[in-house]
């Protein structure tokens, strides 16, 4: 249920990290060191985005993204080069990429245009919704944090999923307890509590940012994670 990236990348480092990185938000990632690997797994399929280089042994990235333009495949394409004159990024885009990010980069930087593309390139899907690295499955019944699954019984999962449909605001113990269990709050004011605490001991405990939130003396947040963007990736090659 995770999207799945394919990083295009010779400099092995920079590949393994950015595969590392993608993996901790939640999505799954194959990587391939030259052209001609990464022209042949970016044509068997499946992938949701393409990370390219430019600069890359076998064939090189513009020659990637024109020839599979060519061929009616219509992954996007985030070109990701320390290639930074103008001409060049025009020649990326024109080649059918859909973004061009140069290196040093910062690593959330990268992470938000791909959510950027994804959310422009997939269709309105509503078998799965995501906040940030945390996934819910909506046919299976099946939640992931940080790519782990979670294991939730029924009423954890349709709290956990009204709660991220209504991210950012304040949930009163009444609103959920008519929204989720269809009951009025007298009968349930600790039981949502209790389910509350399950909820934040499978997605929340072992893992960081924190998105169920407290409101004192008014009842609960699910908080969006903001962007930090302290991390810089830097790289020699192109
Ligand atoms: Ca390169």
Excluded: C
């Excluded at 009842?219 to 990736?233: C, L, R, W």
């Amino acid at each position: 249920m995770a999207m799945r990236v394919l990083v295009i990348e010779d400099e092995q480092k920079m590949a393994d990290l950015i595969k590392r990185g993608l993996e901790e938000e939640g999505m799954e990632v194959d990587t391939a060191y030259d052209g001609d690997t990464g022209s042949q797994a970016a044509k068997s399929g499946g992938h949701d985005l393409i990370v390219l280089d430019l600069g890359l042994p076998g064939r090189d990235g513009l020659d990637i993204a024109r020839d599979l333009r060519s061929e009616g495949i219509k992954t996007p394409i985030l070109i990701l080069t320390a290639q930074d004159s103008t001409e060049m990024k025009v020649k990326g885009l024109d080649s059918g990429a859909d973004d061009y990010l140069t290196k040093p980069f910062a690593f959330t930087e990268l992470v938000a245009r791909i959510r950027a593309l994804l959310r422009r390139t997939q269709p309105e899907d509503t078998t799965r919704i995501q906040t940030g690295d945390l996934y819910l499955n909506l046919i299976n019944r099946r939640a992931s944090r940080a790519g782990i699954e979670v294991q939730l019984t029924g009423k954890e999962f349709a709290l956990l999923e009204y709660f991220m449909r209504h991210p950012d605001e304040i949930l009163s113990r009444e609103v959920l307890s008519e929204k989720v269990w269809e009951e009025t709050f007298d009968t349930l004011t600790n039981v949502i509590d209790v389910y509350i605490n399950y909820l934040r001991n499978k997605i929340d405990r072992q893992f960081e940012p924190k998105l169920i939130h407290t409101i004192r003396g008014v009842g609960y947040m699910f908080k969006t994670p903001t962007v930090d963007s302290s991390i810089i990736v830097e790289s020699k090659a192109s």
